[in-house]
């Protein structure tokens, strides 16, 4: 008896739960916090990461280089996220969207695209800053413009595969019950737990490369303190120091990704091995606006401590202020110079009109 009644428990329980207002778990209080934060961080995070990938891609040196190759593509990444989570979550959350399987599938691949080659491209920064440092003799051979361009394709495929598996078929129903994730709608409990588990293996990839990287910034740092001297010492310095401030400034960045990611991906952990409560659900909720947050915080690492991509920036909204005064100026010319016709012509009809006649015509009207 005690087996049949917790039977027909859970079978009562899973018709509850079989929409997906069961996921829709936050108060309007909440759904008021979460939403302003999505409306305020949303569109400055888009605006950022837009104006850093016009900068790269106005730039002929930038282009040409494979570390700003690879912030574009985490640039872009970051586009893609303002995108598709600020739109996805307020739909979801807020505007309580019953979307189909597909389509809210579809809008999950689209977030899961953006964050997973978000973190994919810091991995491939890590790699680049790595090589730079510990095979700086060999670095332009190893890393060629043609290289760091196919892996950046390379990873946008695989990316792009694995984010929209569950769309491929790799889903369950929407029951709470195994393995059906408590978190998304339609996301089985293995896909989640592999999607969860990449994630942490490359983000322990960065913190390997990264460590390396400062262990190694600072042994350049404490070879500058001893006397230099010639051309070739001063470029060596010169190049230490870019190679050091990048490092700090990229681990830095990985530093705010572990912060706001950390969070996320142990709920996604335990929704794996145990079945998560209304109260973790929406805490899961809070946490997911921090990786809206990352994407948000990148760009303003780039613009206060990459001094040549700061360069350019300032290059591009003087060259952008320069086009708008020629063209202003060139208006203003055009004007004046139709100002002046329109007055030699009244001049010319007014001295017309103060001598109608002239020699000949007075003749023929004699």
């Not at 005690?2 to 207002?21: D, M, V």
């Not at 019953?98 to 389509?103: A, E």
């Not at 600072?218 to 990048?246: C, F, W, Y």
Request: proline share 4%; aromatic share 10%; with cysteine.
């Amino acid at each position: 008896n005690k087996c049949c009644f917790i039977k027909e428990f859970r079978n009562q329980y899973a018709n509850l739960c079989n929409s997906l207002q069961c996921y829709m778990v936050l108060t309007p209080p909440e759904k008021k916090a979460i939403g302003t934060i999505c409306l305020l961080a949303g569109p400055l995070t888009f605006l950022e990461n837009i104006l850093v990938l016009l900068v790269i891609a106005s730039s002929t040196t930038l282009r040409r280089r494979p570390s700003y190759l690879f912030i574009s593509s985490l640039a872009l990444a970051d586009t893609f996220a303002s995108c598709f989570f600020t739109i996805s979550f307020l739909d979801f959350h807020l505007y309580s969207q019953s979307d189909g399987p597909n389509i809210y599938l579809f809008k999950l691949g689209g977030v899961t695209m953006a964050f997973t080659g978000s973190v994919g491209s810091l991995l491939l920064t890590a790699l680049d800053r790595y090589l730079c440092i510990y095979q700086a003799s060999n670095y332009k051979v190893l890393l060629t413009h043609t290289r760091a361009k196919l892996a950046i394709v390379l990873l946008w495929c695989v990316t792009i595969v694995i984010s929209f598996l569950p769309l491929m078929g790799w889903r369950c129903t929407t029951k709470f019950d195994p393995p059906c994730s408590h978190l998304f709608p339609y996301v089985d409990h293995h896909y989640l737990a592999f999607w969860t588990g990449l994630q942490l293996v490359v983000l322990f990839l960065i913190i390997v490369a990264y460590v390396l990287i400062l262990w190694k910034a600072n042994r350049h740092e404490t070879a500058m303190g001893g006397p230099k001297s010639g051309r070739q010492s001063v470029k060596g310095q010169a190049r230490m120091r870019m190679d050091i401030q990048l490092a700090r400034t990229f681990s830095l960045i990985l530093l705010i990704l572990a912060v706001c990611w950390l969070p996320v991906l142990s709920f996604m952990m335990v929704d794996v091995t145990v079945t998560l409560t209304n109260k973790q659900q929406r805490m899961f909720a809070f946490c997911s606006t921090l990786c809206l947050v990352n994407s948000g915080v990148n760009p303003l690492l780039y613009a206060l401590r990459c001094k040549e991509l700061r360069g350019e920036g300032c290059a591009l909204l003087a060259c952008c202020k320069a086009c708008r005064e020629r063209t202003l100026g060139n208006a203003q010319g055009q004007r004046n110079e139709n100002a002046s016709g329109i007055s030699k012509k009244s001049k010319d009809q007014a001295v017309s009109d103060s001598n109608p006649d002239t020699i000949s015509e007075s003749v023929d009207k004699q």
